[in-house]
């Protein structure tokens, strides 16, 4: 059988890795650290190689593997050369597996971290520094980096003592496990008081829009370290269709959710939260009939101004248990987490659907991109309900299509 060597340092190596385990095929994920090989799972056809590799260690190991694939960390450069010249020695092909850029804007952008530096030097208020444990020295340079720089990385020795090597002091290190959700970055941020986040840009899945979303919410200044170049290579989606073809591995595909019409008139339709989610939320469900009440202590303007034209019904308070009786339909969107979930688990208990702003796997529906032509509306939403942006930009795309087509009759 045809064997599979993983170099896995980012969630994604470890979720092909277990993949290919899961269907049979015999893979080896290579992590660095102790961590990397705790959060891989104990199963069969997948063993874990784990320490740090030398080039000439790297070129023995992969002798005796068909297919190498190189899921290391965005910028863990050195690693990843050495694998490319590995496989150059032994003759092989190396396969990339790479991370979908995020797109940003609002943001301070250094090519280096020495850069960034250099600009905070000449600034005033705490940083908040996300870029790991291996890159520390250049944040010494700082003036009073010991009070104004904080520090987040990984709970273990080796991070602890490259923070304490740099001068770091005890009070400003933060040893965290991540992911770390939206809210967890805010009030991390909020307890540091951080003028400023540095952060590297790490992909969808590296945690990278939840501390930017976050820094915004706060005001808080987002010093970005560019990413070292635009990668070539497959996705995570892209390499598990590569490999079964590969393999002949064959996916039963069952669709999540199945696209209904139904009539919102006169039904009470609740939604928890008063930010920009709930207000979009508001403005759809009024064009379909919909009674609304909305319960948030604070609220956008308009949805006062909605209150005010007695387009629905506004209690200024937070949620509390109750609150969804009688209730059709029920929407969380507020802006902390543990609420939704609340929201959440009461819906479930009344058999009410819900919907989750910030957790689309919580989710009983999702809010579709909307498009309409005389008497036709439809929706649109992506086949897992979280490329938001995917489902907008074909629903614009229908627009001006049927737009165009009016303009011709």
Known sequence: ???????????????????????????????ATGYGSLVMPDMPFLSVKEGRLSLEEITELIKSYDYIVDATHPYAKIISENVKEAA????KAVMRLVRPSLEYENVLEFSSIEAACAY????????????????????????????????????????????????????????????????????????????????????????????????????????????????????????????????????EESLSHFPMFISLKNKKVVVIGGGRIATRRVQVLI?????????????????????????????????????????????AATDDRDVNEKVCNDARKEGIPVNVCDRKE????????????????????????SNHKAAKETAARIREFLKNRREQT
């Open 88 to 91: 150059k020695r032994c003759g």
């Open 287 to 331: 064009r379909y009939g919909a009674e609304l009440v909305v319960i948030a202590a604070c609220q956008s303007e308009s949805i006062k101004l909605l209150a005010g034209e007695n387009k629905l019904t506004l209690i200024e308070r937070n949620y509390l248990p109750g609150d969804l009786n009688g209730a059709f339909m029920a929407i």
């Open 120 to 251: 905070l030097n000449g600034t005033e208020g705490n940083i908040f520094v996300t870029t790991g444990s291996k890159e520390l020295l250049p944040y010494s340079k700082i003036e009073n980096y010991r009070e104004r720089v904080f520090v987040r990385v990984l709970p273990t020795a080796e991070a602890i003592k490259a923070c304490s090597d740099s001068g770091f002091s005890a009070t400003n290190i933060i040893c965290m496990q991540g992911p770390f959700s939206e809210n967890m970055n805010l009030a991390t941020m909020e307890q540091i008081n951080a003028k400023f986040l540095v952060t590297k840009e790490t992909g969808k899945s590296g945690g990278f829009q939840e501390k930017i979303d976050a820094a915004r919410k706060l005001g808080t200044k987002v010093i970005l370290i560019g990413r070292p170049c635009k990668e070539e290579g497959m996705t995570l989606e892209e390499m598990f269709i590569y490999f079964q073809k590969e393999f002949g591995i064959t996916q």
């Open 362 to 385: 919580l989710c009983d529906f999702y809010f579709p991109a909307i498009f309409e032509n005389g008497e036709v509306t439809g929706g649109l939403i992506s086949k897992d309900g």
């Open 1 to 31: 059988m045809k064997k599979v060597i993983v170099f896995a340092g980012t969630n994604e190596g470890r979720k092909l890795s277990t993949f290919l385990a899961e269907n049979g095929v015999e893979v080896t994920a290579a992590v």
